[in-house]
């Protein structure tokens, strides 16, 4: 349906022709635009009748008091269906330092939320299909677990911010939430105007940049500069482009995309939506108010070995 309507649009309405640049990238466009807001809408909806009643506090409260390796698992598997980015990082962490959470796992949670989120995972089977789905949310999962574990071995505590261990979040009265059906469709449906009103800019011009790159791109650059396993320096290349921009790893779908499509590497591309959605020059300043520099210096730097990583395995198995 959605491939059909880029084509209406693209090559009957604008007359453009299925063999040029332009046709080819205004094709994909439309084709992504209404394909991904269609689902972004309607998963954000339904995941949002289900989570009508899970809040940052019991996020918390379910990782509080288990043992280390339980309460790390179900930080990363918490972080990765909850709806918060990096926006949130702040006041989750102080949330968790005051809950007593061991730092390797609120760490492990800060890794996954960003990078992992069930909206990135229907997309992905949308677009890619379900074995790209699972190689991407595996991979995150492991770099979160071990990420944090890694963490936690250099005592991070000495780097949060003297504040943060005076706050009491705890304390603060909070309404019980609406658990009618009528209250969970009036939370659902503020999801999807917040989220979607939050990142759907970004969304676009993942598409639109997807768009450039699928149209105008030949594939045999393609080839012999992203394409081989014997390119190794193309995964930390990724892995730093992706530093300077912001998004989601929704939002850097369309791009993972067209890349793939024109033959890009998977384990770079792969490298590449990890570090846009977990490792940008945003979340790191947003991580800065409550981690001294010390701490954001050894937490990037594990981000970007793991997704280096990450990229030069997938690129020798694929």
């Known amino acids: 349906m959605f491939e059909s309507l880029g084509n209406l649009i693209a090559y009957q309405w604008l007359g453009l022709s299925p063999d040029s640049h332009v046709g080819a990238a205004v094709q ?63 006041p989750l962490f102080i949330g968790f330092v005051e809950a007593g959470i061991p730092l390797g796992v609120t760490f492990s949670f800060l890794i996954a939320s960003p990078m992992i989120n069930e909206v990135a995972a229907v997309i992905l089977v949308g677009l890619l299909g379900w074995k790209l789905a699972a190689l991407y949310i595996l991979s995150g999962l492991v770099v979160a677990y071990v990420g944090g574990m890694i963490m936690e071995r250099f005592r991070p505590e000495r780097w949060v911010e003297e504040y943060v261990w005076k706050i009491h979040m705890g304390e603060m ?52 500069h992203l394409g081989g396993k014997d390119n190794w320096w193309s995964v930390p290349a990724a892995v730093l482009l992706g530093v300077p921009l912001y998004s989601n790893a929704t939002g850097v779908i369309p791009i993972a995309e067209a890349m793939l499509g024109k033959g890009v590497a998977l384990g770079t591309v792969l490298a590449l939506m990890m570090s846009i959605a977990a490792l940008s020059l945003p979340e790191m300043l947003i991580l800065r108010k409550v981690i001294k520099w010390p701490a954001l210096a050894l937490y990037a730097s594990v981000l970007a070995v793991a997704f280096t990583l990450v990229g030069w395995g997938f690129n020798l198995i694929s």
Do not use: N
């Open 173 to 224: 009265q909070r309404a019980e939430p609406d658990a009618s059906l009528a209250g969970r469709h009036r939370y659902a449906w503020h999801e999807v105007k917040e989220i979607v009103g939050r990142i759907w800019k970004w969304v676009i011009i993942g598409i639109a940049v997807g768009a450039l790159f699928h149209g105008f791109v030949p594939e045999t650059w393609v080839s012999e």
């Open 28 to 90: 994909f466009f439309v084709m992504d635009v209404t394909k991904i807001f269609v689902l972004l809408v309607v998963v954000i909806y339904i995941m949002g009748l289900l989570r009508a009643l899970l809040s940052p506090e019991k996020v918390r409260e379910f990782v509080r008091g288990k043992p280390k390796w339980l309460a790390r698992t179900l930080a990363i598997l918490l972080g990765a269906v909850t709806p918060f980015c990096s926006c949130s990082s702040v």
